[in-house]
């Protein structure tokens, strides 16, 4: 079984910056594909990152970029988030997942919450305005 646990969310103001972790336990890895989605109140769950592990190759839904960036650190079996200039409609809690596929990032199932079969608890992240 794969575990994920989210970690680094909170309380900033607009135009602040927050890093999101989420670990990974129960197996490496080594390929697959990694993702972050988000589900405001009231609102369906959206994708927010995509990063294929083995190569670092990344995707991001239209509303996060030039100010999120996903990133991987090996050693640690660690995905991360950067979010940077965040604004009020980016509160929401935010969910690592992960598939053992390896997705395309160049075609569109990889934003689709089916494709991913593992899903963190979830951290709040609220920007007040």
């Known amino acids: 079984q794969v575990q994920l646990v989210e970690s680094g969310g909170g309380l900033v103001q607009t135009g602040g910056s927050l890093r999101l972790s989420c670990a990974t336990s129960?197996?490496?890895?080594?390929?697959?594909?990694m993702a972050w989605f988000r589900q405001a109140p009231g609102k369906e769950r959206e994708f927010v990152a995509a990063l294929s592990w083995r190569g670092g190759a990344t995707a991001y839904a239209d509303s996060v970029k030039g100010r999120f960036t996903i990133s991987r650190d090996n050693s640690k079996n660690t995905v991360f988030l950067q979010m940077n200039s965040l604004k009020p409609e980016d509160t929401a809690v935010y969910y690592c997942?992960?598939?053992?596929?390896?997705?395309?990032?160049?075609?569109?199932?990889?934003?689709?919450?089916?494709?991913?079969?593992?899903w963190g608890q979830g951290t709040q992240v609220t920007v007040s305005s």
């Open positions: 997942a992960a598939s053992l596929a390896s997705h395309s990032l160049s075609a569109t199932y990889y934003r689709s919450g089916s494709a991913y079969n593992y």
């Open positions: 129960g197996r490496t890895f080594s390929s697959g594909t």
